[in-house]
């Protein structure tokens, strides 16, 4: 999939977040990468980039306090090759952008991994 549709299906995932999760995200950039760096695996002690399909970097809502201001934009950034590697239609592409859109919003909002398998969205 050449990157610029990728990145549009990135940007509908986003646009398509229920309006009460995406009013309430600020300061985030997210960006589109072909595979994670050594040092992104290595935060998530995650060994082989093609396991890697979005990552978020930064400070949860949940654990800033109220000091927490004039600070860089958190980042989530969600890997293609990875996922073009496991998914091969154009529509399951689609749906997996979408679940790592939401899975990494999560984490933004404080969720962690465990919770999200408890609730049934990992």
Do not use: C
Request: aromatic fraction near 8%.
């Amino acid at each position: 999939m050449e990157r610029e549709r990728f990145e549009e299906l990135v940007v509908e995932a986003v646009n398509g977040l229920p309006a009460n999760l995406k009013d309430n995200i600020h300061n985030v950039d997210i960006v589109v990468a072909d595979w994670p760096t050594p040092d992104q695996l290595e935060t998530v002690s995650i060994r082989r980039k093609q396991d890697l399909l979005g990552l978020y970097e930064g400070i949860p809502l949940t654990k800033r306090g109220r000091g927490y201001n004039m600070v860089l934009p958190d980042k989530i950034t969600i890997f293609q090759k990875p996922i073009e590697m496991r998914y091969h239609s154009d529509e399951s592409v689609k749906r997996k952008i979408q679940s790592t859109v939401r899975h990494e919003i999560a984490h933004y909002f404080g969720i962690s991994d465990a919770r999200l398998r408890e609730i049934g969205r990992y």
